[in-house]
């Protein structure tokens, strides 16, 4: 199917509104993200029903450029894990993305219907995904919002594939990456620690999944009150970029070593020793029979429902305000004072707005702090901490990150609502 429009920006090459309703049916919005409103559309010729993805450029200039991030790397990838671009229709107002539909369901709510899981379906799951994300990487495209919300299965049949959704974050490796993005939970210690990064982030993102996957808990966890943000997320990073977390039992005693090594490796805090996508394809984990076929079913699925029972609520409040205080630091040391205080009066209404606190410049201190101290001396390759770690309390996943270094508006991003029925891209 061509694209409607190839040309980004050309006002020559603008299509009519009328040729997206000529071609598609849009039915209802069925969710509304960031930086767009998805809906179900239906091809009038065929009957086919895709995703459609509208962005309104009047939006401002953060939503104009994700649109286009998103345009340009769908375009280069085509891959069987991955969401397929179908169709592009560029308007004077709007960006029409049209893509490949996912019936399938989440990773999570296919664990909890399954009579019986084991560490090999987790392996197969997460095969599946190191063979997408080698074949980003082998493209110099670092997908920086993995996570287990843009993991869904294809469709409903019994040996459906897995899928990776959601690339507006996604960028070129064209040298080192600097500005913090991705949800937090996910977050390796590279970014937290504003350090520059690539293609590691994501082998770390991975291995949150895995961990997840294998006994319902996150890795990292704060039992901070979820709604004291300001101190549940300086805390958080703390751990991570420490590398602070743990094989804790009782929910690791039946996992083989070989998965508890698989994550140690893809979680490893120094970005340069990580095990790469396609190295972690040829662990014996992946490829050998190393994967145990033990029932894990039970455990897994109670701390599951403990933890992320509540994985579509209170979503993109506490991830501005995170990501406003990682950027707090790199603003001010690049902006003028008079630049900064404007920038700093207005990021606290809107955090006002949204009924977060006043304490982001402390926390903001904490945090570079933190990133200054910890990163100086992470945790040893490896070696997970001595210490015991309870389950972990549910936290929000959510994603933001703006390419200019500028904080997603809080009042937006609270406004963000999510549906259950189908994935896109």
Not at 258 to 267: D, F, I, Q, Y
Not at 288 to 307: F, L, P, T, Y
Not at 362 to 387: E, K, L, N, S, V
Not at 403 to 409: F, L, P
């Amino acid at each position: 199917m061509p694209f409607g429009c190839v040309t980004l920006g050309d006002k020559k090459d603008y299509n009519q509104p009328s040729e997206v309703t000529d071609r598609y049916d849009l039915g209802q919005v069925i969710k509304t993200e960031e930086f767009c409103e998805i809906f179900r559309a239906k091809e009038k010729t065929t009957g086919k029903l895709y995703t459609c993805k509208k962005f309104l450029k009047r939006d401002g200039r953060k939503v104009r450029k994700a649109a286009k991030n998103e345009i340009i790397i769908l375009k280069m990838v085509k891959h069987p894990n991955i969401l397929q671009l179908v169709d592009v229709y560029i308007t004077r107002k709007e960006y029409f993305i049209f893509l490949e539909l996912a019936t399938g369901r989440e990773v999570f709510d296919w664990i909890l219907d399954q009579g019986y899981y084991s560490e090999k379906d987790t392996s197969n799951v997460i095969r599946q995904v190191l063979e997408a994300v080698a074949y980003l990487h082998s493209l110099k495209i670092v997908h920086r919002n993995l996570k287990l919300e843009n993991l869904v299965y294809y469709n409903r049949l019994k040996n459906s594939k897995i899928v990776i959704s959601d690339f507006h974050l996604a960028k070129l490796e064209n040298g080192l990456i600097k500005e913090p993005c991705g949800t937090p939970e996910y977050l390796a210690p590279e970014v937290v620690g504003r350090q520059r990064y690539g293609r590691p982030v994501d082998c770390w993102a991975i291995g949150v999944i895995m961990y997840i996957l294998l006994s319902g808990n996150p890795p990292f966890y704060e039992e901070a009150d979820e709604d004291d943000y300001e101190n549940h997320d300086k805390n958080l990073f703390r751990k991570i970029l420490a590398g602070d977390y743990e094989f804790d039992p009782p929910y690791w005693d039946d996992i083989s070593q070989a998965a508890k090594e698989l994550v140690t490796r893809l979680m490893e805090v120094e970005q340069d020793q990580r095990i790469t996508a396609e190295e972690a394809i040829s662990h014996e984990w992946i490829s050998g029979n190393a994967a145990s076929d033990k029932n894990i079913k039970d455990g897994v699925c109670a701390q599951i429902e403990k933890n992320f029972a509540r994985a579509k609520w209170k979503k993109a409040v506490r991830v501005t305000t995170l990501m406003k205080r990682l950027r707090a630091p790199e603003q001010t040391e690049t902006a003028p004072a008079t630049t900064a205080a404007t920038a700093a009066t207005t990021a606290a209404a809107a955090t006002t707005a949204v009924a977060t606190t006043t304490a982001a410049t402390t926390a903001t201190a904490a945090i570079a702090a933190t990133a200054a101290t910890d990163t100086a001396a992470p945790a040893a390759p490896g070696t997970p901490p001595a210490t015991a770690q309870p389950p972990a309390p549910a936290t929000p996943p959510a994603a933001t990150c703006n390419g200019d270094g500028a904080a997603t508006a809080a009042a937006d991003a609270a406004a963000t609502t999510e549906a259950p029925s189908e994935q896109t891209g």
